[in-house]
């Protein structure tokens, strides 16, 4: 059975820094290209990054560029998001998820990652201003 388990929210200020993890079982990990997804009260599931594969090729939605940075460690089947300078507007339920590697950065993370097969519970990220 796959199971996909993020962890490392939390309550933090504005200005302050957060890794959070997700870490994949009962798949082939270097077969799926990755991403962070995120959904706010209220808001649309939105895609925030992605990766593929290898880890060679990553995308990110403006409102994140410069301050989150999204990366993975194969050999752990595990998916990472830092995640700095943090804002109010951050806050939300951040979920990971999976796909075959077939599949392109931009078209996993569009559309609230509507493509994406695989998916954990989430994981809280508050940041208090």
């Known amino acids: 059975q796959v199971q996909v388990v993020e962890s490392g929210g939390g309550l933090v200020q504005a200005g302050e820094s957060l890794t959070l993890s997700c870490t994949v079982s009962?798949?082939?990990?270097?077969?799926?290209?990755m991403g962070w997804f995120r959904q706010a009260p209220g808001k649309e599931r939105e895609g925030v990054s992605c990766?593929?594969?290898?880890?060679?090729?990553?995308y990110y939605t403006d409102s994140v560029k410069g301050r989150f940075t999204i990366s993975r460690d194969n050999a752990k089947n595990t998916l990472y998001l830092r995640m700095n300078s943090l804002k109010p507007e951050d806050t939300a339920m951040y979920y990971c998820?999976?796909?075959?590697?077939?599949?392109?950065?931009?078209?996993?993370?569009?559309?609230?990652?509507?493509?994406?097969?695989?998916w954990g519970k989430g994981t809280q990220v508050t940041v208090s201003s």
């Open positions: 009962g798949l082939t990990f270097d077969d799926y290209s």
């Open positions: 998820a999976a796909v075959p590697a077939v599949r392109g950065l931009l078209t996993m993370c569009s559309r609230g990652g509507a493509v994406m097969d695989y």
């Open positions: 990766i593929d594969w290898s880890g060679s090729s990553t």
